[in-house]
């Protein structure tokens, strides 16, 4: 069973999902495989960005994204088991790290940490994609 989707999270528009190709989630099996969650919030239709210049709360929008992807698939971050940051900045973002244990508590993932030249706005300081498995 492969099942694609787009969970509806005030997070990006069905626009965007369409014109770069991709879909937010998919679930094969009991894996489910969750595309790059970058710190966006839909507002009057106009795709914005969260916390310009705040490492922490761009962070803090994206593990939101994940975990409304994550309950959308009746999941938890217990069920989520790696994960690849994406950052703009380590040295930004490391201060801020705590924030993983804070909203993730003991259910840490396995994580690659990548410095990138750059990601989809100008401004995104991080981006993370990963893995759940299902029970």
């Not at 094969?28 to 919030?41: D, E, I, K, R, W």
């Not at 989520?80 to 244990?101: D, H």
């Not at 804070?102 to 401004?123: I, Q, Y």
Request: proline content about 4%.
């Amino acid at each position: 069973m492969i099942k694609r989707s787009n969970p509806e999270l005030g997070y990006v528009t069905e626009e965007i999902y369409e014109t770069f190709s991709f879909s937010q989630m998919i679930r094969a099996g009991n894996t489910l495989y969750v595309s790059g969650c970058a710190p966006f919030v839909t507002r009057g239709g106009s795709v914005e960005l969260v916390g310009e210049g705040d490492p922490r709360a761009q962070l803090e929008r994206v593990l939101e994204i994940i975990r409304g992807c994550l309950a959308a698939e009746g999941a938890s971050f217990h069920n989520w088991v790696a994960q690849t940051v994406y950052t703009t900045s380590i040295a930004e973002l490391e201060p801020v790290a705590e924030t993983f244990r804070r909203v993730m508590g003991s259910h840490t993932p396995t994580s690659t940490w990548v410095e990138v030249k750059a990601l989809f706005h100008p401004k995104q300081v991080v981006e993370i994609n990963g893995i759940a498995v299902l029970e």
